[in-house]
C-alpha cells in the first residue's frame, strides 16, 4: 500500500460542514462590499520577491523571517508566496494604470502565507479580506474604512467595545517620522544593556519596530520611549482629529494607542487595529491604515491610499469563542423516490424545482441499497430537510408527488401536481436561513 499523503503543516483543508461557515461569511463580505462601492479584484498568489522587499520594508518580520522565497527553475527570478496583499494590489494598479479613470475602491478575498510556527488562529497558510481605497487623499475614506469594519461586526453578531475594540493612532509623515526616529535611537542606545539581539540590530535599521517587542524584559524601557505624537506637526495632527470627529460623531469608542506601528512600513498617517481578549495571545482581528507613500516605492505616481486586512480563520475562531452560531445549509426538500423506475419522472420535476431555486437532494443507490420508504425518508430527517418530496406509486399514477413537512408541523402532508412544479416551488423555501446568533 503507498504512503498515506498528508498536508503540509499549518496549511489546512477545510471541509463540509466547516466550509458552510466560510461561504456565509465570504457571501456577508461580498454584500458589505456592495453596498460601499468596493469593486472586487485578484492578483496572483506569487509575486516578484522585490515587490514585498520594497515595499513591506527590509527589516520587518515578515521580509526577515516568515516569507516562502524561491529562484523559477525556468529563468532564476526571486519569486515568493504572496505574505500579504496589498503590496500585490498596487503593483496591479501601477502596472495597468487602473487609475488612470481615477480612483478606486477595491476589495479581494484569497490564502496568503507566512513561513512561521503553527498554533491556533496562526496558520502557514490563511486567507485574508483585503480592502483598499486608491487615490483617496482625505480622512473621510479612513473613517469609512473604519465604520465599515463595524457595519461587518455588526453583521456577524459580534458587540464592538466587548468581542472586539478599535485602536487607532496617526504615523504621521516621513519628516516626522525620521526626527521620531532619531529620538528612539537616543533613547535606546541609553538603554543598550536592557536591549535583547532583536532590538540591537534594528537599532540603527528600523527602531520603530522595537517598539512591536513583545520581551517582558524591554517593556519598561518600551513604554518610556518618545512617542511619535509628539513630533507630528499640524497636518498631521488635523487629519487625525477629522478621522476622530467622524468616529466620534458614528458614536463608535476607540482608543488612541501611541505605540501602534502595524507590521508593514509603507504605513502613515492613520493606522488602525480591531483587537479581541478572546482568543488569547492572537488578539488582532483586522488592522490596517493609510499608505500614501507605496504607490511611488513601487514604481508608480506618487498617490494616496487606505486599506485595512482581516484574517478569516481569525474571525471565525472569534465568532466561535463569542458564541456565535451559523446555520449549517441543509436542503429544501430531499427526494424520496423508492422505486428506481420512477427515477426519469422524478428528476425532472427535481430540475424544474431547482431551476426555480429550491435546494433539493435527491436519495440516491441502486438495487438493494437503494432503500425502502421507511429508511429514505429516516435519510431525509437526518439530511436537515423542512421537506420530503415522495415519489409513491400511488402519487406517481395520479400525476402527483407527495409533500411531507419534516419541521414546521412535522407529519403534515400535501399533494401537489408534478406538472407544474415552479407554481409552488416558493412554498418550499424558507422565509430566512443563516445567522442563528447567541
Known amino acids: 500500500m503507498a504512503e498515506k499523503l498528508t498536508a503540509v503543516k499549518g496549511m489546512n483543508d477545510i471541509l463540509p460542514p466547516e466550509s458552510a461557515r466560510w461561504e456565509w461569511f465570504e457571501d456577508k463580505v461580498r454584500s458589505l462590499m456592495r453596498r460601499h462601492g468596493y469593486a472586487n479584484v485578484r492578483t496572483p498568489i506569487v509575486e516578484p520577491t522585490a515587490l514585498f522587499v520594497r515595499g513591506l520594508g527590509e527589516v520587518t518580520d515578515i521580509v526577515e523571517k516568515e516569507m516562502y522565497s524561491f529562484t523559477d527553475s525556468m529563468n532564476g527570478d526571486p519569486l515568493t508566496l504572496r505574505p500579504e496583499a496589498t503590496a500585490g494590489i498596487v503593483r496591479a494598479m501601477v502596472e495597468h494604470n487602473a487609475l488612470y479613470n481615477g480612483p478606486l475602491r477595491v476589495w479581494t478575498m484569497g490564502a496568503v502565507f507566512r513561513h512561521e510556527r503553527p498554533q491556533k488562529g496562526r496558520y502557514r497558510q490563511f486567507h485574508q479580506i483585503d480592502v483598499e481605497a486608491l487615490g483617496h ?10 465604520l465599515m469594519c463595524r457595519t461587518l461586526w455588526r453583521e456577524l453578531g459580534l458587540v464592538e467595545g466587548q468581542d472586539v475594540r478599535l485602536e487607532i493612532n496617526s504615523l504621521g509623515q516621513a519628516d516626522e517620522r525620521q526626527q521620531h526616529r532619531k529620538a528612539l535611537i537616543a533613547h535606546f542606545e541609553a538603554h543598550a544593556p536592557v536591549l535583547d539581539d532583536d532590538a540591537r540590530r534594528r537599532l540603527h535599521s528600523n527602531p520603530l519596530r522595537i517598539l512591536d517587542s513583545k520581551n517582558p524584559a524591554m517593556q519598561a524601557v518600551v513604554e518610556s520611549a518618545p512617542q511619535l505624537m509628539s513630533f507630528l506637526g499640524e497636518a498631521s495632527l488635523a487629519h487625525l482629529a477629522t478621522v476622530r470627529a467622524i468616529l ?27 483587537v479581541t481578549d478572546k482568543l488569547g495571545a492572537q488578539g488582532t482581528v483586522c488592522g490596517g491604515g493609510r499608505y500614501d507613500g507605496l504607490f511611488g516605492q513601487l514604481g508608480g505616481k506618487p498617490t494616496p491610499a487606505v486599506g485595512w486586512g482581516l484574517g478569516v480563520e481569525r474571525l471565525l475562531l472569534l465568532l466561535e469563542a463569542t458564541g456565535s452560531a451559523i446555520a449549517p445549509p441543509v436542503p429544501d426538500a430531499y427526494a424520496v423516490i423508492p422505486d428506481a423506475a420512477a427515477l426519469p419522472v422524478a428528476m425532472r420535476m427535481l430540475q424544474a424545482l431547482r431551476d426555480a431555486g429550491v435546494s433539493v437532494q435527491m436519495h440516491a443507490g441502486t438495487g438493494e441499497g437503494r432503500g425502502n420508504m421507511k429508511s429514505q425518508i429516516k435519510k431525509a430527517d437526518a439530511s436537515g430537510a423542512r421537506h420530503a418530496l415522495i415519489f409513491g406509486a400511488q402519487e406517481l399514477a395520479q400525476g402527483q408527488v407527495a409533500v411531507k413537512s419534516l419541521r414546521d408541523g412535522a407529519g403534515a402532508q400535501v399533494l401537489r401536481p408534478l406538472a407544474d412544479a415552479s407554481a409552488w416551488a416558493a412554498t418550499l423555501k424558507p422565509a430566512d436561513a443563516g445567522f442563528v446568533g447567541r
Do not use: C, H, K, S
Not at 487623499?137 to 473604519?146: F, S, W, Y
Not at 458614528?250 to 480591531?274: C, H, I, K, Q, S
Open 248 to 274: 466620534d460623531a458614528a458614536g463608535l469608542e476607540y482608543r488612541v494607542n501611541p505605540r501602534l506601528v502595524r507590521g508593514m512600513d509603507y504605513y502613515n498617517l492613520t493606522v488602525f487595529e480591531w
Open 137 to 146: 487623499p482625505g480622512p473621510d475614506v479612513d473613517a469609512e474604512q473604519i
